[in-house]
Nanobody, 124 residues
Framework: QVQMVESGGGLVQAGGSLRLSCVAS????????MGWFRQAPGKEREFVAA????????YYEDAVKGRFFISRDNAKNTVYLQMNSLKPEDTAVYYC?????????????????WGQGTQVTVSS
């Protein structure tokens, strides 16, 4: 059974940092593009960041560029999201995703696999 499990969320003050992790299991994800999305209360889920299977290409939503950094460790089937200079508007449930269909499917939010999400709350 394929599973993706996020961790690392929590409550942090504005300006602080968090590092999210997402461990995938049930198959090898080293050939999959992976990414992060988030959903704030009352809003639709939105793209945050994505990374190619090799890690050589990364993509970010404009609001997080320069503050968030995505990386992966294929040996551990894990994708990370380092979040710095957090703002109250970053408050959301963060979801990881993976897709064997390439980076465009991740960017489009139609990845094959999704985690259950981890809550990030940034206080002002």
């Amino acid at each position: 059974q394929v599973q993706m499990v996020e961790s690392g969320g929590g409550l942090v003050q504005a300006g602080g940092s968090l590092r999210l992790s997402c461990v995938a299991s049930g198959r090898t994800f080293s050939s999959d593009a992976m990414g992060w999305f988030r959903q704030a209360p009352g809003k639709e889920r939105e793209f945050v960041a994505a990374i190619s299977w090799s890690g050589s290409s990364t993509y970010y939503e404009d609001a997080v560029k320069g503050r968030f950094f995505i990386s992966r460790d294929n040996a551990k089937n894990t994708v990370y999201l380092q979040m710095n200079s957090l703002k109250p508007e970053d408050t959301a449930v963060y979801y990881c995703t993976a897709s064997g269909g390439g980076i465009r499917t991740v960017l489009a939010g139609v990845g094959n696999y999704w985690g259950q999400g981890t809550q990030v709350t940034v206080s002002s």
